[in-house]
């Protein structure tokens, strides 16, 4: 529905007149606008016009949810569902909340426990998807929506808010993955490799959600200290993270690489 006006909503704002006009083509305007803000979509009203909040907001004042979630498959469609899911509110150069949770399953396959930690019997007496995602949905607002290849968090964790009855999220969103490589040389931009050759998380626990949840907030902090001057707002951040130009990579760090192949290795040994 706002495909065609999230350019201007991002960047110069759209008239109150226009905006609601343009509403009011699907359903009552005022009902929408506020349904749409409950979806996490930061609409604010700012000189006579509808802007989002971010569009105006300096960097250093955003509310940025920056989270991870670890799920039993990657199909949210065909029944897989979020084990757990772990975030944390970061504003004013400061973590101001977290959210963590385990979520009640029936299955998880012996890949996803070998890869992970978490068994059945981690899960059997933790909350429904139900009451998990009620209780995100309270937790993320409407702050920018951070992950790590965010793509796949956001889709996942919007369809388990329609599987229990929410709207799916409008959340603005960004990618720590796609802003790292705009601004940290690697060779490689993998979490697990990233906070090994960065040191960004001393006491990282790989692929727990929590823990991710950590790494990628110390690598979106690191990524935040190289921005361009001219990038000040939020949405400044968002469109840079998907438009400036990707940075070369580096040489490969040996021995980092045999770090990671023998952890590797140990796994598969394992399973």
């Not at 609601?20 to 979806?39: D, T, V, W």
């Amino acid at each position: 529905m706002l495909s065609k006006l999230d350019a201007a909503l991002s960047q110069q704002g759209i008239t109150k007149e226009r905006f609601h006009k343009a509403l009011s083509r699907f359903g009552e305007s005022g009902f929408l606008i506020e349904l749409l803000r409950a979806q996490g979509l930061p609409l604010y009203e700012y000189q006579g016009k509808f802007i989002y909040k971010t569009a105006i907001q300096p960097i250093s004042h955003g509310k940025f949810c920056v989270m991870d979630i670890e799920t039993n498959g990657s199909k949210p469609l065909r029944g897989d569902t979020i084990i757990e899911l772990g975030a944390v509110m970061y504003q004013d150069g400061h973590v101001i909340d977290t959210f963590e949770s385990f979520v009640q399953c029936d299955k998880i396959p012996i890949i996803i426990s070998e890869l992970t930690g978490i068994s059945l019997e981690n899960t059997r007496n933790a909350p429904s998807l139900k009451e998990v995602m009620y209780a995100f949905k309270h937790f993320v607002g409407d702050a920018v929506f951070v992950a790590h290849d965010v793509r796949f968090d956001y889709r996942f964790t919007s369809a388990m808010m329609e599987r229990v009855g929410l709207e799916p999220l409008a959340n603005r969103k960004l990618c720590t993955f796609e802003l790292a490589q705009r601004t940290i040389p690697s060779h490689r931009y993998g979490l697990k490799y990233l906070n090994e050759t960065l040191h960004l998380h001393h006491e990282a626990d790989h692929h727990r959600a929590l823990s991710d949840a950590i790494t990628a907030l110390e690598l979106m902090k690191r990524s935040l200290k190289k921005l361009p001057k001219r990038i000040c707002t939020v949405e400044d951040l968002i469109r840079f993270s998907k438009e400036a130009p990707r940075l070369p990579k580096v040489p490969i760090d040996e021995n980092i690489e045999k770090k990671s192949e023998e952890k590797e290795v140990g796994i598969e040994n394992r399973a």
